[in-house]
């Protein structure tokens, strides 16, 4: 634990808190273990990251198709995942027991891990990217089983943002393209990629050209349409976040709905426009004005909460009093800003809203040709900081699957029986207990000009007038 404390201190938080709810002598026996662990790697020379390093299909000690085995990144020095650092220096049975308080019980037990398919493994390896593949189980019903595999991938950009735009996109489709086919290999019938693929996160910059250019319409852009035919390719749904152009030269953050057959579903805008940090997002383009929307598909109803939406409660509750029974978190966060966030928003709102969530996040530094300043007295730069990956899905019953790493383009893709979501329900009966007229009211009052907030003051405390 000492060790992971050297690496981030909201990991060394989040692992001392389970440990100590332990009370077990010797987990402080495997502390010291991992302490001698970590005096060995100080003397050790650093780990290199990436490529393939001996990957058998037919050993199945790992269901995982991950090609390295280190704990940091060699190139930015980043820490690869916290997963990784739990698998390599907790021992057992203390690792198991910390998992369950981390990420929760699926059915009793741990998320499962599956075995990715032959192909999908091949392409993974060819391609240099990660892929996870997890299950989560419903308890027994008289309905029929609602199995569905679906999935998030995270990437960083492949050209500099000094390219021709038309370049960085021509890469970044090709990428993507990979993605969607050993997804596809691996039986995945929704696919959601990370916000506004297409493109650098360009929005710190404040310039308005050259990435105003990225923008394309929702329903003809270049992007839709390689989406399109990938969809009806591998008759998946595909959830592409894009900057959508409309007819009158208005720029949205849009995520559009592909259907399995190739067909247009339709598309969601983003609710919420960040003004904090280098997020100057609202300067490009507006709130969105498409509400709450639940896709119903082929494989199960659901919805899309764009990166920053995922800090308001109530924008998740809408989506899953409309009937979304998994809803997709496209993102491109940075680390020193959300990172101690990210583990904890979609979770709680998979249990508060019993249902999936799947979140997603780029990776790497993107580094842009002018200097920006950040409006919080510090230095200009020239890049946004860390995306630090880590997408991850969760179930309605408090679990999750482990997630991809920080610092390497992945898929994850879930299993997962969606009868679960109405097992917690009426397990939880969150539904029943709600008190919705009684927020509507509330929040009737609160928008209201003259709204008083409803505080009783100790009288036997003196106020200052």
Not at 111 to 138: H, M, N, T, Y
Not at 392 to 408: K, Q, T
Request: with cysteine.
């Amino acid at each position: 634990l000492k060790f992971i404390a050297t690496t981030r201190t909201t990991t060394m938080m989040a692992l001392r808190t389970a440990v100590t709810s332990f009370g077990n002598p010797a987990v402080r026996s495997a502390a010291a273990a991992v302490t001698a662990s970590r005096r060995f790697l100080r003397a050790a020379p650093r780990c290199q990251s990436g490529g393939y390093d001996g990957w058998n299909p037919n050993d199945q000690k790992s269901t995982s198709v991950i090609y390295d085995d280190n704990t940091f990144d060699k190139d930015t020095k980043e820490l690869h995942s916290v997963e990784r650092t739990i698998e390599k220096y907790v021992p057992e049975p203390e690792k198991t027991a910390m998992k369950k308080i981390l990420f929760g019980l699926n059915q009793g037990k741990l998320v499962e891990e599956l075995a990715i398919p032959d192909k999908a493994a091949k392409l993974a390896k060819k391609g240099d990217f990660d892929i996870k593949l997890s299950k989560f189980e419903a308890g027994p019903d008289i309905r029929d089983s609602h199995i569905v595999r679906f999935g998030v991938t995270q990437n960083a950009i492949l050209k500099p943002t000094t390219d021709p735009i038309k370049e960085q996109y021509k890469a970044l489709e090709k990428r993507h393209g990979e993605f969607v086919e050993a997804a596809a290999a691996a039986g995945c019938n929704v696919l959601c990629f990370q916000e506004a693929w297409t493109m650098p996160f360009a929005f710190c910059t404040r310039e308005k050209l050259p990435w105003s250019e990225f923008a394309e319409s929702a329903e003809t852009g270049e992007s839709v349409q390689k989406c399109q035919e990938w969809a009806r390719k591998y008759n998946m749904v595909i959830l592409s976040p894009i900057l959508e152009r409309d007819i009158h030269d208005v720029l949205w953050n849009t995520c559009v709905v592909i259907g399995n057959h190739g067909n247009i579903i339709g598309k969601h805008r983003k609710n919420h426009i960040p003004r904090v940090g280098d997020f100057n997002e609202s300067t490009y383009y507006m709130e969105g004005n498409t509400g709450w929307p639940v896709f119903d598909t082929e494989f199960g109803k659901l919805a899309i909460n764009i990166c920053y939406g995922r800090h308001h409660p109530l924008n998740w509750m809408a989506f899953g009093m409309n009937g979304a029974e998994i809803v997709f978190n496209p993102s491109a966060t940075v680390g020193a800003l959300s990172e101690p966030m990210w583990s904890i928003e979609a979770r709680c709102a998979a249990i508060a809203n019993n249902y999936f969530v799947a979140g997603n996040n780029r990776i790497g530094t993107e580094v842009f040709p002018n200097e920006f300043s950040s409006g919080n007295k510090q230095p200009a730069h020239k890049d946004f900081g860390h995306f630090y990956g880590s997408s991850y899905i969760a179930g309605p019953d408090s679990s999750r699957a482990e997630g991809l790493s920080r610092v390497r383009d992945g898929i994850a893709i879930a299993e997962a029986d969606l009868n679960l979501c109405r097992q917690v329900r009426d397990n939880w009966v969150f539904r029943m207990t709600g008190r919705y007229g009684d927020y509507a009211k509330f929040l009737t009052n609160f928008v209201s000009p003259d709204f008083k907030p409803q505080v009783i003051h100790d009288k036997a405390v003196k106020k200052d007038d």
